[in-house]
């Protein structure tokens, strides 16, 4: 599956993956989410994005993508100023295990690495969430230390950096 640049036409099949692909994550159907789930995924979604991949299917559909947006856009209080945030990297239950969340990692992050005044990347992940990480760390992104918050469930959320 090769990555090409996403536009307004793939924001509602992103935003289908998206929960889709929480729902796994957390064990859960999509119907039993909340609502802001995908309000969420969508605000972040409707910003400009610095850098926008996706990777289709043989069928047209997306099979993951990654959206990285402008410094000082979204992230959380504390994240470093001249960061690009990787707000959103999902990748579909059937496309799992075929090393497409590295490929999204990379195509998106080298896009980004290309933009002027941008020194770095920051994302959150929930501290549960280990096959996260270890794709994060994989590619060179790094803890920064304790949660920079709790979910309303009470789960940590951590700041990885990646420099470029």
Same mark, same amino acid.
């Given at each position: 599956?090769?990555?090409?640049? /996403? /536009? !307004? ?12 692909? =929480? *729902?796994?994550?957390?064990?859960? $159907?999509? *119907? ?16 400009? +994005? ?9 069928? @047209? @559909? +997306? ?11 979204? /992230?959380?209080?504390?994240?470093? !100023? ?8 999902? %990748?579909? =239950?059937? *496309?799992?295990?075929?090393?497409? @969340?590295?490929?999204? #990692?990379?195509? %998106? ?7 002027? @005044? &941008?020194?770095?990347? &920051? #994302?959150? %992940?929930?501290?549960?969430? &280990?096959? $996260? ?14 949660? &920079?918050?709790?979910? +309303?469930?009470?789960? +940590? ?8």
């Amino acid at each position: 599956m090769r990555c090409h640049d /996403g /536009g !307004p036409a793939d924001t509602d099949a992103c935003l289908d993956l998206w929960v889709a692909a =929480v *729902a796994e994550r957390d064990g859960t $159907a999509v *119907a039993d989410l909340p609502a802001s789930v995908r309000e969420r995924a969508a605000r972040k979604l409707s910003h400009p +994005p610095l850098a926008w991949v996706v990777a289709r299917d043989a069928e @047209g @559909g +997306p099979a993951g993508f990654g959206l990285m947006l402008r410094p000082g856009t979204g /992230g959380d209080a504390g994240d470093p !100023p001249a960061s690009a945030y990787l707000a959103l990297l999902a %990748v579909s =239950v059937r *496309a799992q295990g075929q090393g497409l @969340g590295g490929r999204l #990692l990379d195509a %998106v992050t080298g896009r980004t690495r290309a933009v002027t @005044g &941008v020194t770095g990347a &920051v #994302l959150h %992940v929930l501290g549960s969430n &280990v096959p $996260a990480r270890r794709l994060y760390e994989s590619r060179g992104w790094r803890s920064s230390g304790g949660p &920079v918050r709790r979910t +309303p469930s009470g789960q +940590p959320v951590l700041r990885y950096t990646l420099e470029l």
